[in-house]
């Protein structure tokens, strides 16, 4: 069993910025592919961004140019750092590996207020 721990959400103004730390053990980020996801109320779960083993990128449209996934292998940590936060950027944010999928963490709170 993997668990993920999400870490570095908060209340941030529109405009403002944050990074996210996801943490897990019993799996290696550098050989795998791993995202985050959010979740706002109402609605159901997406995928923000991902980042595979060779380091490419992928991003959600909503949040391109403003949100940048990294991985620090050293660490075994994966890294959203969020720019230029909007309001309907607000939701619970987490992290986990889509070809495997295993248990939702946590997830850490961002809220953006306008």
């Known amino acids: ?8 959400g908060g209340l941030v103004q529109a405009g403002g910025s944050l990074r996210l730390s ?5 799996i290696t ?3 795998n592919t791993v995202a985050w ?3 706002a109320p109402g609605n159901q779960r ?3 961004a991902a980042i595979n083993s060779a380091g490419s990128t992928n991003y959600a449209t909503s949040v391109k140019g403003r949100f940048t996934i990294s991985r620090d ?5 994966v890294y959203l750092q969020m720019n230029s936060l909007k309001p309907e950027d607000t939701a619970v944010y987490y992290c986990n590996a889509p070809t ?3 248990n ?4 850490t709170q961002v809220t953006v207020s306008s």
């Open 104 to 107: 939702w963490g946590q997830g």
């Open 22 to 26: 996801c943490a897990a053990s019993r």
């Open 73 to 77: 292998n050293a660490k075994n940590t």
């Open 37 to 39: 996801y959010r979740q």
């Open 1 to 8: 069993q993997v668990d993920f721990v999400e870490s570095g």
């Open 46 to 48: 997406e995928l923000v």
């Open 100 to 102: 495997v999928m295993y």
């Open 29 to 31: 980020f550098s050989i």
